[in-house]
């Protein structure tokens, strides 16, 4: 192998007869695709662990719904999580991640992601809200979010962004309702809708391998070219989560808490996250 790319190789343990899925991810490979390491292929036994840890993940954010109100703090979501994460046996991957200081990430209208719930934040009627949770549960990991809106009801243009990146997250999953796609097709199809409204797609933050780690392989980027990045195959644990923005796709981090991501015009930005299995089928949902 020359050195100048770095490159994940398949290869068939000593001995053995290749599989069909064998076949196909060789084939990709010699076509110069990116293929997996074997080791992002989970094992029934571990796919069961981290939809454990997806029922749990979801109903933390079940819970939510109806509780974001006028007039209460991001600290007391965060509350709300930590005390549901508690009380299922479970633990937040989010709480001393790289010294994160919460058990959730809470990002207000034109917060990105990864804003810190906190006591002196009060929501207000027509704020959009995502939460995200991820849940370790007997060493699994799951990970989710949602859009929550404050009072129920928003501006015609800010619900509209809600809508739209779920529809985005929609999008992505239906192109993985089959096996051996790239996470290029994904990033496509989830960038075209995006532009067809308006909005814009963030680059600096991707989707993930997760399940076994809090982030693993591939990174899921939300934009980009079909046929590139990492082909998905049956086994594979992954989060597809896009954030749209509703006007530059550009974002900045907070020098001061070194964590809450911006919008770079401080205009609005949503996003949705669900954690998928890629089967045989195409993906199933293991925490939403
Ligand atoms: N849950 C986020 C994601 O979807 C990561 C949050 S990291 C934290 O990947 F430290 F901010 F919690
Ligand atoms: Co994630
Ligand atoms: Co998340």
Known sequence: ?????????????????????????????????????????????????????GVVNTGILDMLEGKILPGMTTQTIDD??????????????????????????????????????NEFEVLRKGDIVNVDCTTILDGYFADASRMYIVGGKTSAKKQKLVDVAWECLKIGEEVCSKPYVYVGDIGNAIQKH???????????????????????????????RKGTGMLLVPGMVFTIEPMINMGTYEVFCDEEDGWTIVSEDELPSAQWEHTFVMTEHGVEVLSH
């Open 80 to 117: 709300l999580v930590a005390e549901y994460t508690a009380r299922h046996g479970a633990t937040s991957a989010c709480l001393g991640y790289e010294g994160f200081p919460r058990s959730c990430c809470t990002s207000v209208n034109e917060v990105v992601c990864h804003g810190i719930p």
């Open 1 to 53: 192998m020359n050195g100048k790319r770095k490159k994940n190789l398949w290869t068939i343990p000593h001995g053995q007869e290749p599989t069909e899925m064998d076949k196909i991810i060789l084939a990709a490979q010699d076509r110069g695709k990116v293929v997996p390491t074997r080791s992002l292929i989970k094992t029934p036994e571990q796919i069961e662990g981290i939809r454990r840890a």
């Open 194 to 224: 995006a532009h067809q409204n308006g909005f814009s797609v963030v680059r600096d933050l991707a989707g993930h391998g997760v399940g076994l780690a809090f982030h693993e392989e591939p990174d899921v980027d939300h934009y980009g």
